[in-house]
Structures are given as C-alpha cells and as structure tokens.
C-alpha cells in the first residue's frame, strides 16, 4: 500500500512574499507548495499587512503586476484562517503567573 505523504503546514512572512514578487519567483513558489505538499494559511491581518506593504511607491515600482493580481495568488495558493482567541495560560498551565 502506497503511503500517503504529510502535509506540510507553513506560513509564509509579508516579507517573504514581496521577496518573491519581486523577485519574480511567483511561479517557482506555486509548483513548490505544489510538489512538495505544503498547505500555507494566511489570515485577514496578513492580507491587510500584504496589500499595505503592496501599496508602499518602492515597492510597488518593483513590481511587474498589480496588487490585486498579488492577493489573489497569495488566495489562490494558501488556505485561509480565522484565527481563535489566543489564550496563553492554555499554552504555559495554569499555575503559572504572568507579570504585569
């Protein structure tokens, strides 16, 4: 029986993306998530980060597409998330006490 491969689970940095737009490594980036089974979320405060970033003049004079043709590739490739409430004493017990 063929074993099934793992999913990898990542998400990718503001930065890593505008890297990879300017760059021109669009393409590269989708068959990589692709051949190599990842699965990237994003969510609404990184999208807002990345057309704000998009929407810098340096930046978008290094661009070749517009912000809109960005997002929808950053859409396209990633699983998006509705993140839940973050609750630290889950993550470090209940015992301990954090300084204010």
Known sequence: ??????VKRFVIDV???ISIFIAGH???LLHYVIQN??????????LK????VLEYKH??????ANKFEY???????STQIEPEDFNIAHYIGKNHRLKP
Do not use: G, H
């Not at 980060?49 to 704000?52: A, D, F, G, S």
């Not at 997002?71 to 490739?77: M, P, S």
């Open 1 to 6: 029986m063929a074993r099934k491969k793992k």
């Open 15 to 17: 930065n890593a993306f």
């Open 26 to 28: 669009t393409e590269w």
């Open 37 to 46: 089974n990842i699965e990237v979320f994003i969510d609404d405060s990184l």
């Open 49 to 52: 980060e990345l057309l704000k």
């Open 59 to 64: 930046i978008a004079s290094r661009l070749k």
């Open 71 to 77: 997002l929808n590739f950053v859409r396209y490739i």
